[in-house]
């Protein structure tokens, strides 16, 4: 580029700025408007971080921030992912979506690899239910990963996750992260059917390993199968109730 094309370029940014179309439009192109040949994230921009904070609820639990963009916990997801380059990811719950959004986006810009998210939909009226909304019952996947492109590297499976360990026993993936059924025969159960999918060196995470008490009744189990699994290579980190606890398959 010469330095006159340089000139050039540099006074139309400043044109655009100056009439406030430029940060616009460069928040259209991250949208997923236009398409770009090569994704350079932008998720830790401040309006990127906290339109994914709000869109998919991230302030639930994952010590996140929309007001400042603070990611919380989805940091600690999308440089995992994004270091360890995984080619399959599994996230199984998630009350509207904000840690499978993560994760995804991860992948997309790894240029690689592709979430499975599972979640049985279960709202506030279910016996069954944690937290949730019902919300995948009802949504269109697609459009609600189209931001970023991340309908691309994403599939959601509406159903339990008993179902999905069943339908596709060939699965196997480098990074799981379980936050479904919180009860503690559930977490384990969960545990113990996606522990053998997980490849040797892979990471398995686990959402509220130190919540404690009752939900509509039940009673908080995943920091009891978190202490039985003391002997696995562990690493938490616990912020109040805000929590979560990593594990890598040697």
Same mark, same amino acid.
């Given at each position: 580029?010469?330095?006159?094309? $340089?000139? !050039?370029?540099?006074?139309?940014? $400043?044109?655009?700025?100056?009439?406030?179309?430029?940060? %616009?439009? =460069?928040?259209?192109? @991250?949208?997923?408007? &236009?398409?770009? /040949? *090569?994704?350079?994230?932008?998720? %830790?921009?401040?309006?990127?971080?906290? &339109?994914? !904070?709000?869109?998919?609820?991230?302030?639930?639990?994952? $010590?996140?921030?929309? /007001?400042?963009?603070?990611?919380?916990?989805?940091?600690?997801?999308?440089?995992?992912?994004?270091?360890?380059?995984?080619?399959? #990811?599994?996230? #199984?719950?998630?009350?509207?979506?904000? !840690?499978?959004?993560?994760?995804?986006?991860?992948?997309?810009?790894?240029?690689?690899?592709?979430? @499975?998210?599972?979640? +049985?939909?279960?709202?506030?009226? @279910?016996?069954?239910?944690?937290?949730?909304?019902?919300?995948?019952?009802?949504?269109?996947?697609?459009?609600?990963? =189209?931001?970023?492109?991340?309908? /691309?590297?994403? /599939?959601?499976?509406?159903?339990?996750?008993?179902?999905?360990?069943?339908?596709?026993?060939? $699965?196997?993936?480098?990074?799981?992260?379980?936050?479904?059924?919180?009860?503690?025969?559930?977490?384990?159960?969960?545990?113990? +059917?996606?522990?053998?999918?997980?490849?040797?060196?892979?990471?398995?995470?686990?959402?509220?390993?130190?919540?404690?008490?009752?939900?509509?009744?039940?009673?908080?189990?995943?920091?009891?199968?978190?202490?039985?699994?003391? @002997?696995?290579?562990?690493?938490?980190?616990?912020?109040?109730?805000?929590?979560?606890? !990593?594990?890598? *398959?040697?």
């Amino acid at each position: 580029m010469n330095h006159k094309t $340089k000139g !050039i370029r540099q006074y139309i940014k $400043k044109l655009l700025q100056f009439v406030g179309l430029y940060q %616009f439009l =460069k928040f259209l192109i @991250d949208y997923g408007l &236009f398409e770009r /040949k *090569k994704y350079c994230s932008t998720l %830790f921009r401040a309006d990127t971080s906290s &339109f994914f !904070i709000r869109r998919y609820h991230g302030y639930q639990g994952h $010590k996140a921030d929309s /007001k400042t963009g603070n990611l919380g916990y989805g940091a600690i997801h999308y440089s995992l992912i994004n270091i360890t380059n995984p080619e399959r #990811v599994l996230c #199984v719950g998630s009350y509207k979506g904000f !840690i499978p959004a993560i994760c995804t986006l991860a992948c997309r810009d790894n240029n690689r690899g592709m979430v @499975d998210f599972v979640d +049985a939909g279960y709202d506030s009226e @279910d016996e069954n239910d944690w937290g949730g909304e019902g919300v995948w019952r009802e949504c269109n996947p697609v459009e609600y990963f =189209k931001p970023f492109h991340l309908d /691309k590297y994403l /599939k959601l499976h509406v159903m339990k996750s008993d179902e999905f360990a069943k339908k596709f026993p060939e $699965k196997k993936f480098e990074y799981i992260y379980i936050d479904g059924d919180h009860s503690y025969e559930g977490v384990k159960a969960d545990f113990e +059917a996606f522990w053998p999918k997980l490849t040797e060196g892979g990471l398995i995470l686990f959402h509220d390993i130190a919540m404690k008490g009752l939900h509509h009744g039940k009673e908080f189990g995943v920091w009891k199968l978190w202490q039985e699994l003391s @002997d696995k290579n562990q690493f938490s980190f616990i912020n109040g109730y805000e929590s979560l606890g !990593i594990i890598q *398959k040697n």
